[in-house]
Protein backbone atom coordinates (compact mmCIF):
# COMPACT_ATOMS: atom_id res chain seq x y z
CA UNK A 1 0.00 0.00 0.00
CA UNK A 2 1.00 3.47 -1.10
CA UNK A 3 1.73 6.46 1.72
CA UNK A 4 -1.32 8.18 -0.58
CA UNK A 5 -3.41 5.33 -0.29
CA UNK A 6 -2.45 5.14 3.24
CA UNK A 7 -3.36 8.79 4.10
CA UNK A 8 -6.65 8.49 2.16
CA UNK A 9 -7.71 5.25 4.24
CA UNK A 10 -6.35 6.99 7.39
CA UNK A 11 -8.64 10.67 6.70
CA UNK A 12 -11.53 8.68 5.62
CA UNK A 13 -12.11 6.85 8.93
CA UNK A 14 -11.25 10.25 10.84
CA UNK A 15 -13.98 11.89 9.29
CA UNK A 16 -16.12 9.07 9.28
CA UNK A 17 -15.30 8.74 12.80
CA UNK A 18 -16.26 12.52 13.66
CA UNK A 19 -19.41 12.21 12.23
CA UNK A 20 -20.25 9.48 13.65
CA UNK A 21 -19.50 10.47 17.43
CA UNK A 22 -21.13 13.72 16.61
CA UNK A 23 -24.37 12.40 15.42
CA UNK A 24 -24.38 10.31 18.74
CA UNK A 25 -23.71 13.09 20.79
CA UNK A 26 -26.28 14.92 19.25
CA UNK A 27 -28.84 12.69 19.38
CA UNK A 28 -28.34 11.38 22.69
CA UNK A 29 -28.41 15.16 23.93
CA UNK A 30 -24.92 14.55 25.56
CA UNK A 31 -24.21 17.67 23.38
CA UNK A 32 -26.47 20.66 21.93
CA UNK A 33 -24.47 21.86 19.91
CA UNK A 34 -21.19 21.29 17.19
CA UNK A 35 -19.77 24.48 17.91
CA UNK A 36 -16.01 24.70 18.80
CA UNK A 37 -14.97 26.26 21.75
CA UNK A 38 -11.47 28.14 21.06
CA UNK A 39 -9.39 29.11 23.09
CA UNK A 40 -9.11 33.01 24.28
CA UNK A 41 -5.65 33.82 24.05
CA UNK A 42 -5.40 35.28 20.45
CA UNK A 43 -3.34 32.96 17.62
CA UNK A 44 -1.28 36.51 16.40
CA UNK A 45 1.03 37.51 17.64
CA UNK A 46 2.50 33.57 17.55
CA UNK A 47 4.60 33.34 21.19
CA UNK A 48 8.02 31.74 20.98
CA UNK A 49 6.86 29.27 23.81
CA UNK A 50 4.41 27.82 21.09
CA UNK A 51 7.02 27.60 18.29
CA UNK A 52 9.68 26.33 21.04
CA UNK A 53 7.32 23.16 21.99
CA UNK A 54 5.86 23.22 18.92
CA UNK A 55 9.71 22.81 17.20
CA UNK A 56 10.03 20.26 20.38
CA UNK A 57 7.40 17.90 19.34
CA UNK A 58 8.59 17.82 15.89
CA UNK A 59 11.80 16.43 16.41
CA UNK A 60 10.58 14.15 19.37
CA UNK A 61 8.35 12.64 16.52
CA UNK A 62 10.77 11.96 14.03
CA UNK A 63 13.47 10.31 17.16
CA UNK A 64 10.36 8.10 17.85
CA UNK A 65 9.64 7.21 14.77
CA UNK A 66 13.31 6.08 13.57
CA UNK A 67 12.99 4.38 16.85
CA UNK A 68 10.11 2.17 15.65
CA UNK A 69 11.66 1.41 13.00
CA UNK A 70 14.59 0.38 14.05
CA UNK A 71 12.59 -1.84 16.94
CA UNK A 72 10.16 -2.88 14.49
CA UNK A 73 7.03 -1.48 16.13
CA UNK A 74 4.20 -0.07 14.41
CA UNK A 75 5.12 3.66 13.66
CA UNK A 76 1.70 5.18 14.25
CA UNK A 77 1.20 3.82 17.54
CA UNK A 78 4.33 5.60 18.91
CA UNK A 79 3.64 8.28 17.13
CA UNK A 80 0.23 8.94 18.54
CA UNK A 81 1.74 8.20 21.74
CA UNK A 82 4.33 10.94 21.73
CA UNK A 83 1.64 13.56 20.29
CA UNK A 84 -0.38 13.18 23.16
CA UNK A 85 2.54 13.13 25.68
CA UNK A 86 4.11 15.93 24.14
CA UNK A 87 1.73 18.74 24.48
CA UNK A 88 1.69 19.21 27.95
CA UNK A 89 3.05 22.40 30.03
CA UNK A 90 5.68 20.53 31.64
CA UNK A 91 8.21 16.84 31.79
CA UNK A 92 5.99 15.74 35.37
CA UNK A 93 2.78 16.17 34.15
CA UNK A 94 4.23 14.39 30.54
CA UNK A 95 5.28 11.43 33.06
CA UNK A 96 1.88 11.50 34.67
CA UNK A 97 0.25 11.36 31.54
CA UNK A 98 2.34 8.40 30.09
CA UNK A 99 1.69 6.69 33.36
CA UNK A 100 -2.24 7.18 33.42
CA UNK A 101 -2.00 5.79 29.52
CA UNK A 102 -0.34 2.90 30.44
CA UNK A 103 -2.91 2.30 33.28
CA UNK A 104 -5.91 2.67 31.20
CA UNK A 105 -4.18 0.28 28.64
CA UNK A 106 -3.92 -2.16 31.28
CA UNK A 107 -7.39 -1.38 32.39
CA UNK A 108 -8.81 -2.19 29.08
CA UNK A 109 -6.37 -5.64 28.62
CA UNK A 110 -7.83 -6.96 31.76
CA UNK A 111 -11.47 -6.23 30.58
CA UNK A 112 -10.54 -7.75 27.38
CA UNK A 113 -9.17 -10.90 28.69
CA UNK A 114 -12.55 -11.24 30.69
CA UNK A 115 -14.55 -10.81 27.74
CA UNK A 116 -12.58 -13.08 25.76
CA UNK A 117 -13.37 -16.24 28.73
CA UNK A 118 -17.09 -15.22 28.91
CA UNK A 119 -17.61 -14.92 25.39
CA UNK A 120 -15.32 -18.22 24.72
CA UNK A 121 -17.66 -20.20 26.96
CA UNK A 122 -20.76 -18.44 25.77
CA UNK A 123 -20.40 -17.21 22.83
CA UNK A 124 -23.33 -14.77 21.91
CA UNK A 125 -23.29 -11.60 20.27
CA UNK A 126 -25.23 -9.94 23.01
CA UNK A 127 -22.97 -11.12 25.60
CA UNK A 128 -20.20 -9.52 23.64
CA UNK A 129 -22.19 -6.19 22.41
CA UNK A 130 -23.44 -6.37 26.84
CA UNK A 131 -19.41 -6.45 27.63
CA UNK A 132 -18.34 -4.32 25.85
CA UNK A 133 -21.09 -1.74 26.60
CA UNK A 134 -20.38 -1.77 30.60
CA UNK A 135 -16.54 -1.58 29.88
CA UNK A 136 -16.91 1.32 28.33
CA UNK A 137 -19.29 2.44 30.49
CA UNK A 138 -16.45 1.78 33.15
CA UNK A 139 -14.00 4.09 31.25
CA UNK A 140 -16.76 6.89 31.15
CA UNK A 141 -17.12 7.21 34.83
CA UNK A 142 -13.77 6.89 35.52
CA UNK A 143 -13.58 9.41 32.73
CA UNK A 144 -16.31 11.81 34.54
CA UNK A 145 -15.18 11.27 38.38
CA UNK A 146 -11.62 10.45 38.64
CA UNK A 147 -10.66 14.38 38.77
CA UNK A 148 -6.89 14.84 37.32
CA UNK A 149 -6.67 11.00 37.13
CA UNK A 150 -9.99 10.90 34.64
CA UNK A 151 -7.47 10.35 31.69
CA UNK A 152 -7.47 6.51 32.78
CA UNK A 153 -10.82 6.17 32.02
CA UNK A 154 -10.22 7.86 28.93
CA UNK A 155 -7.44 5.68 27.62
CA UNK A 156 -9.42 2.52 28.53
CA UNK A 157 -12.15 3.55 26.53
CA UNK A 158 -9.99 4.00 23.33
CA UNK A 159 -8.17 0.42 24.17
CA UNK A 160 -10.90 -1.32 24.76
CA UNK A 161 -12.70 -1.59 21.46
CA UNK A 162 -9.25 -2.20 19.62
CA UNK A 163 -9.11 -5.54 21.44
CA UNK A 164 -12.81 -6.56 21.72
CA UNK A 165 -13.97 -5.24 18.51
CA UNK A 166 -12.40 -7.43 16.31
CA UNK A 167 -12.26 -9.76 13.19
CA UNK A 168 -12.95 -13.47 14.21
CA UNK A 169 -9.53 -15.02 13.55
CA UNK A 170 -8.00 -11.99 15.33
CA UNK A 171 -10.64 -11.93 18.72
CA UNK A 172 -9.08 -13.46 21.84
CA UNK A 173 -5.48 -11.83 20.47
CA UNK A 174 -3.83 -9.69 22.58
CA UNK A 175 -1.39 -8.30 20.41
CA UNK A 176 -2.96 -4.79 19.76
CA UNK A 177 -2.76 -4.23 23.74
CA UNK A 178 0.60 -5.50 23.47
CA UNK A 179 1.98 -2.91 20.97
CA UNK A 180 0.22 -0.01 22.23
CA UNK A 181 2.21 -0.28 25.60
CA UNK A 182 5.12 -0.84 23.67
CA UNK A 183 3.93 2.54 21.61
CA UNK A 184 3.13 4.04 24.87
CA UNK A 185 6.74 2.95 26.50
CA UNK A 186 9.09 4.17 23.61
CA UNK A 187 6.91 7.61 23.52
CA UNK A 188 7.10 8.30 27.08
CA UNK A 189 10.63 7.18 27.07
CA UNK A 190 11.57 9.86 23.87
CA UNK A 191 9.37 12.09 24.79
CA UNK A 192 10.81 12.65 28.43
CA UNK A 193 14.34 12.63 27.36
CA UNK A 194 14.02 15.22 24.45
CA UNK A 195 11.89 17.35 27.09
CA UNK A 196 14.47 17.22 29.49
CA UNK A 197 17.00 18.36 27.57
CA UNK A 198 14.98 20.85 25.44
CA UNK A 199 15.82 24.93 26.16
CA UNK A 200 13.68 26.85 27.77
CA UNK A 201 10.97 23.44 28.56
CA UNK A 202 9.93 23.77 32.22
CA UNK A 203 10.41 20.29 34.15
CA UNK A 204 8.03 21.38 36.83
CA UNK A 205 4.84 23.78 37.34
CA UNK A 206 5.81 27.15 37.99
CA UNK A 207 5.02 27.52 41.61
CA UNK A 208 2.94 31.04 42.11
CA UNK A 209 4.17 34.05 44.01
CA UNK A 210 4.01 33.61 47.79
CA UNK A 211 0.86 36.82 47.85
CA UNK A 212 2.56 39.60 49.70
CA UNK A 213 1.99 40.23 53.34
CA UNK A 214 -0.55 42.44 55.02
CA UNK A 215 0.09 44.35 58.46
CA UNK A 216 -2.73 44.99 60.79
CA UNK A 217 -2.91 48.29 62.27
CA UNK A 218 -1.93 47.14 65.79
CA UNK A 219 1.90 46.02 63.66
CA UNK A 220 1.29 49.44 61.97
Given at each position: MSTVSAAEGLFAAVVLGVVVADMVSWLSGAERDF???LGEAPLFPLRANWLNQSLMLAVT??????GAHALGLPPAIAAISVMVLTVTPHVQA???KGELRLAGAFLATVWALGTFLLVGLV???ALLAG???LGQFVAA???QTAGKYNYVGLQMGLVLPMLVVAPSVEFG???PAVQRVEGILLGMLTSVVVASVWP???VADEAAPAPPTIRSEQEA
Open positions: DIQALLTLLMILPHLLLFYLTSLTRFP
